[in-house]
C-alpha cells in the first residue's frame, strides 16, 4: 500500500514553534502518514548566517521533533557535499521510500519562487505541492506558476494560525541576552544554551 509522506524543507537554524505547528497542520490536512523534515545543507540560493553548522542544525531539527509521532528528519542534504537542490533531495527521498506519494510542504514565499529553482519541472514530476498561505502572497498566482511548469493540479491548501515566530527572531533574542523559552521546543533551547549558539552565553 503506497504511504503518504511530506517533505518539508528548510534551514532550520534554529527550528522553532512555526516550522512544527505547520508540520503538524500538514499532516493533518493532508492526510500524511509521515512528514520528513529535511534541514538544508549547503543553500543554493542564499547564504545561512550564523551558520552554526549543518551537523548542528540536523541536531536541532531531529531533537525538536524526536518525541512527535508522524514526524521525522533526514540527513539526505546535510550528509551530501554542494549545493541542496530540491529535485536530487526528492530523486534521493523517493528512492529510500520507494512507491510512497510525496508531497513537498512549503509557504506560499517559498513557492512563489519555484518558477526560479533548478529543474522546477522534475520536482513536479516527483511530488505534488502543498502550500500553507502567507501574508502578502497570491495563492493563485502560486497555482499559475504550477501549471506553466506542468503540474498536475493546483497547489493542495494547508491552513495554520499565524505564527510571529521566525528563526531570525529567535537568533536576535538570543544574542540580546532575551528569554526563548516557548519560541523553540524545550529541547532546542538547551541545545542552543549548551552550545553558546548565536552568540547567546552557555
Known sequence: MSRAVGVLGG?????????????????????????????????????????????????MAAAAIAAVPGLAVSDVEVAREGP???????????????????????????????????RPERVLELASVAVAGRPGFDLGEIDSTLERLGAAGPAERIEMPPVGISSTLVRERVASGLPIRWMVPEPVERLIADGGLYGGGS
Open 84 to 118: 541542496s537542490f530540491a529535485f536530487r533531495t526528492l530523486e534521493l527521498l523517493a528512492d529510500e521510500h520507494p512507491g510512497s506519494q510525496l508531497t513537498f510542504v512549503m509557504g506560499a514565499d517559498v513557492a512563489s519562487g519555484l518558477d526560479r529553482w533548478k
Open 11 to 59: 534551514a532550520f537554524n534554529p527550528p522553532h514553534v512555526g516550522h512544527l505547528l505547520l508540520a503538524q497542520e500538514a499532516v493533518v490536512a493532508l492526510g500524511l502518514d509521515e512528514l520528513i523534515l529535511v534541514p538544508t545543507g549547503v543553500a543554493p540560493h542564499k547564504r545561512i548566517e550564523p551558520e552554526p553548522g549543518p551537523a548542528v542544525r540536523l541536531e
